[in-house]
């Protein structure tokens, strides 16, 4: 019997230092970007140079996604930044984010670091913004990446796989990969019932993922399955497994447990974790895919 259909509420990680983009920048010859310098990836312009910010895509989405008939609601959106671009985030919303969406409720989360050295990490940052949401037992949880956008068709129909599948108590996209190289770069799913050698399920396609490697070399994993940070939980058993994780692995180096694939890996090990497998998503990490991104919504004429 399906899950029934519960409101949301979603959690924007959006206090990284965006390092590599920023290597990028200071590195491009032609100075074109040089006007992003500092600025937070979830607030940087689609299309370049005036575009709306990517963050404010995503309300927008959001937006559109409540105002379906029969699906999911995002009730309250949390957006947990860091100290250092706190001022960028505050005129943002002033500015920007109150106007593009003005029914749902926003609330910004101050992580209070200041550079990437004293970094929480993206799995503490998500347990800080469960701890300011307003009736988040009674809510499920959407997680996004401040850099990475799904357009609404995919966020519909994930949604929808979540709420018919009730032993899942978290729910992951999977893509897929063309260039093994990549796989460095990615956490990659190993789905349970899928031979890899066939490549990447079909699109729509929902697998038990049996196992999640944070960016393993090509000949480490026989997969071509990625994922990125765009995730649904049970909001009444979500926190008690990120303070499960965060015990667990407190003595580690922060590299090993602060992305949010060491916790969905460690959550697929306890069994649990589906996958959906998506296409046409929006990825920032260093500026070719940030060009990309903008060529994307310059040629779909969204100003």
Known sequence: RAHSMRDFVCVVLAAGYGTRLERDIASDATGRYAQLAGVPKPLLPLPFPRGEALLTRWLRELAALNAQEGGARVREVLVVHNAAHAARFAAWRDAEALAAAPALALRLVCDGTLD?????????????????????????????????????????????????????????????????????????????????????????????????????????????????????????????????????????????????????????EHGGVRSQIVSGRIDVGGLDEYCAASAYFLAEGNN
């Open 116 to 268: 990437n050295e004293s970094r929480l990490g993206a799995v503490a940052d998500l347990r800080l913004a469960l701890q300011h949401a307003a009736c988040a037992a009674d809510r499920d949880v959407l997680v996004v990446a401040g850099d990475t956008l799904f357009l609404r068709d995919t966020v519909t129909a994930f949604l929808g796989a979540f709420a018919a599948d009730p032993a899942a108590s978290l729910q992951l996209v999977g893509y897929s990969v063309a260039d093994e190289r990549e796989c460095a770069r990615r956490g990659m799913l190993e789905l349970e019932g899928c031979d890899d050698a066939c490549g990447c399920p079909p699109v729509g396609t929902v697998a038990r993922v049996a196992r999640l490697r944070e960016k393993p070399r090509p000949e480490e994993t026989r997969s071509r399955v990625a994922t990125s940070c765009f995730y649904a939980a049970r909001g009444d058993a979500l926190p008690r497994q990120l303070d499960a994780f965060l015990a667990e692995t407190s003595a580690r180096p922060l590299a090993e447990r602060d992305a949010p694939g060491r916790f969905v890996a460690w959550l697929a």
